[in-house]
């Protein structure tokens, strides 16, 4: 048997793409067809926009509390969340939350670790890059990290909350995405964290100047690795 997953969501785009990841890649678990039982919760994406403008992570983690009463009534056995800015509510979450989560940038500093990275660019929103969700977990797996600079850091985040998210992909975004990356790259990182649910919709290993950590799919993986081989040692 293996465990139900709760996908509490933010932008409709980068939870699809979990979404898909999970059920896609069950079947490396499962057998054909096959992935774990999987429900999703989304507020709408304005309610959590509204308090991420205002820096309201204490309100943005009441949103992700009723998903994830949402959720544990339906029967998820634990939780996750794509959207790597909401982590930044998860401190508010986790002590009144009804089930465990998976926190994204725990699985991304443990992926770097296994790939042998050990100075990594973390692009994203400019909320993400700011804050302390990555530099936090990074730190404790003794991993370096290198920021944009400040225009950099509020581009992307333009490309990501104007484009990605409304499923708009530029040429001349991708192109600037990959300048920001190489710019990383001259800062002698030897990968990059793609550390928005949307980013790995137009950069990839394929067109990256540095290898890349696909937050959302990694995710994904964590979840499945979660809801089947860990529900059988179980």
């Not at 009463?69 to 982590?87: M, Q, R, V």
């Not at 700011?130 to 944009?148: C, H, I, M, N, T």
């Not at 990501?160 to 001349?172: A, C």
């Not at 600037?176 to 790259?185: A, D």
Request: one cysteine or more; glycine letters at 6%; proline letters at 5%.
């Amino acid at each position: 048997m293996s465990k139900h997953i709760g996908i509490v969501a933010g932008s409709a785009e980068g939870a699809a793409l979990c979404y898909r990841t999970i059920c896609v890649e069950g079947a490396k678990y499962l057998g054909p067809y096959a992935h774990p039982e999987v429900s999703m919760h989304n507020s709408s994406f304005s309610d959590y926009m509204e308090r991420v403008n205002e820096g309201d992570w204490r309100g943005l983690g009441e949103l992700m509390l009723s998903s994830a009463e949402k959720l544990a009534k339906i029967g998820a056995d634990f939780l996750i969340c794509p959207d790597n800015t909401f982590h930044q509510a998860l401190p508010f979450v986790l002590s009144k939350s009804p089930l465990p989560w998976l926190h994204i940038a725990e699985v991304v500093a443990e992926q770097a670790v296994a790939r042998g990275f050990h100075r990594l660019g973390l692009t994203g929103t400019k909320w993400l890059v700011d804050s302390e969700v990555y530099p936090e977990k990074l730190a404790q797996r003794g991993l370096e990290f290198v920021r944009p600079g400040r225009e950099e850091r509020e581009q992307v985040s333009r490309i990501i909350m104007d484009e990605l998210v409304y499923d708009v992909h530029n040429p001349q975004s991708v192109a600037y995405l990959q300048q920001v990356i190489r710019g990383l790259k001259d800062q002698d990182c030897d990968a990059v964290i793609l550390g928005c649910t949307e980013l790995p919709l137009i950069i990839h290993d394929a067109n990256s100047p540095l290898p890349t950590l696909d937050s959302t799919r990694l995710l994904a993986r964590a979840a499945l690795h979660q809801a089947t081989v860990e529900s059988v040692v179980s």
